[in-house]
């Protein structure tokens, strides 16, 4: 199990050295790092060479990560039931948490907004009035954390806007992938909730929970999975444009968490390769 990178227009895929073991990568703003978690510990790796570095060693679990443009990485860790949404340098350094979950509840997939200084994040709880995606100032999070939308356990991703056009928050409701116009420098949401794609394919049994991690957009392209879990385990990945044209990307295998890089061109993916996970 370790990270593997393809070009989009080519059929040849590398091995990242010094990531056996990763999970749940995530790209730097300019698209030429990774960072990932493996052996409990935060790492990042450079796509023109070189080994991998690790930048925390104290990663409990891992529940997501994102690289902001001022060379900020916040990543989610710690307990199952209590965990902690932390600030480090891309470079490595001091980890300090910025925000911490009580014992009712369960932080995960951050991602960073345009601009560096705002990001999403979901909080998972057994409370209807708590669970959701929530956005949060990195000056001020604890004071400014806001919810978004009522979901449990669902990532959120924004996707800009194409040609001066408006952004969109997308997460999970369900097996239903949604939509809202979304001004990141505000942080508010706009018109009415769309459905975008439905049967969203999960991972595990829990077809409606696991689904959270199989969409990503960037660069005016939205990626996503589709199936209905009970036949031959795969999935069949689509690029889709801002009007609504599907393109096949590749054939069906059993594909898990996606993330598309910053310019749009790569898909980074995991998928089971002989009981592995490979990414």
Excluded: C
Excluded at 13 to 36: M, Q, Y
Excluded at 252 to 261: G, Y
């Amino acid at each position: 199990q370790s990270l593997w990178v393809r070009a989009m227009e080519s059929l040849e895929a590398r091995e990242l050295p010094g990531t056996e073991g990763a999970v749940r990568p995530f790209w730097s703003p300019d698209g030429k790092s990774l960072g990932f978690f493996a052996q409990n510990a935060l790492k990042r790796v450079d796509l023109a060479g070189g080994l991998a570095q690790t930048l925390y060693p104290g990663t409990a679990t891992d529940e997501g990560g994102t690289w902001g443009p001022d060379s900020t990485i916040l990543f989610a860790s710690g307990s199952p039931l209590q965990n902690q949404i932390y600030r480090v340098p891309a470079g490595g350094g001091t980890a300090e948490p910025i925000l911490k979950a009580d014992s009712t509840q369960h932080y995960s997939h951050p991602q960073f907004l345009p601009g560096g200084r705002s990001f999403l994040f979901s909080i998972g709880s057994d409370d209807e009035n708590v669970q959701g995606v929530y956005v949060a100032s990195l000056d001020q999070p604890g004071e400014t954390q806001r919810r978004l939308v009522a979901t449990q356990g669902s990532k959120a991703a924004y996707a800009p806007g194409v040609d001066g056009g408006p952004g969109y928050l997308l997460w999970m409701s369900g097996r239903t992938l949604m939509a809202q116009r979304f001004d990141p420098a505000s942080a508010n949401l706009e018109g009415d909730q769309v459905p975008l794609a439905d049967q969203i394919l999960g991972d595990g049994a829990n077809l409606s929970t696991r689904s959270r991690e199989s969409f990503a957009a960037a660069s005016g392209m939205l990626v996503y999975r589709t199936g209905n879990g009970v036949s031959n385990g795969l999935a069949q990945m689509f690029w889709v444009t801002p009007d609504g044209t599907r393109e096949k990307v590749g054939d069906p295998q059993d594909f898990r968490w996606v993330r598309v890089s910053p310019d749009g061109r790569q898909v980074a993916a995991t998928k089971s390769v002989s009981g592995n996970l490979d990414i």
